[in-house]
């Protein structure tokens, strides 16, 4: 069964809204959740890492300001398109890493669409 | 950070057939994954594999590593319609375990 939740799994918003997106581990903690985003037939390029009571780490070229990051609890991290346009629309994928033992394996959410109009 | 390459970028096969994708990547490597994508639909892990293996197996799936060529490849054997999908590899490096992704490879299995 699934481990990493997403909601919404669509979102069809208006030119300049502002759109949430929340990323739950299920049944595990996870103090670091990273966000990627996929536009259509390519790869999914890492945004940002979400860090449980610290600040998010942004990849070069993704702005903080318009992408919020808020990672509020050891299972829960959201990720806020502020004013959001035409171009932001893509498919937006969280994970969370969970350990067993020594190996770690990064488990994937279902992924959110955005549609902007 | 470095990003792995899938070949072929798409593949057409018929049920029943086995079905190959590689991946090559940049530098040296902690692990890699497979992951599958349905259309529209967040990854399914697949496997890992160490830096320090060469093979795995899981069902119908079989995964090679050579790191002396910076290579990795994922067989599918017997495939399904079931199948169709996009394959990705990621790998992570140094004191990272955040995977990078390749482009894909985009399976599509006949039935």
């Known amino acids: 069964g699934a481990v990493v939740s997403q909601h919404p799994s669509r979102v069809i918003c208006k030119s300049g809204t502002s759109v949430k997106i929340e990323c739950r581990s299920l049944?595990?903690?996870?103090?670091?959740m990273f966000w990627y985003r996929q536009f259509p037939k390519q790869s999914l390029m890492l945004m940002a890492t979400?860090?449980?009571?610290?600040?998010?780490?942004?990849e070069q070229g993704v702005e903080k300001d318009k992408f919020l990051i808020n990672h509020a609890s050891l299972t829960l991290s959201t990720l806020t398109v502020t004013s959001a346009h035409p171009e932001d629309s893509s498919f937006y994928i969280c994970?969370?890493?969970?350990?067993?033992?020594?190996?770690?394996?990064?488990?994937f959410g279902p992924g959110t669409r955005l549609l902007v109009l | 950070s470095q990003q792995g390459e899938e070949d072929p970028q798409a593949l057409s096969i018929q049920e029943g057939e086995n079905a190959t994708m590689n991946c090559s990547y940049k530098?040296?490597?902690?692990?890699l994954q497979w992951y599958r994508q349905n259309s529209g639909r967040g990854l399914v892990h697949l496997i890992l594999?160490?830096?320090?293996?060469r093979e795995k197996h899981s069902g119908r799936l079989r995964v090679t590593l050579d790191t002396s060529k910076k290579s990795s490849s994922l067989l599918i054997t017997a495939s399904r319609a079931a199948d169709t999908a996009s394959y990705f590899c990621?790998?992570?490096?140094?004191?990272?375990?955040?995977?990078?992704f390749g482009r894909g490879t985009s399976l599509i299995v006949h039935p």
């Open positions: 994970s969370a890493p969970r350990s067993s033992g020594t190996q770690e394996t990064q488990y």
């Open positions: 049944d595990f903690q996870a103090t670091t």
């Open positions: 979400s860090n449980e009571g610290s600040k998010a780490t942004y």
């Open positions: 530098t040296s490597i902690n692990n």
């Open positions: 594999i160490r830096s320090n293996e």
């Open positions: 990621a790998t992570d490096a140094g004191g990272s375990y955040i995977p990078t």
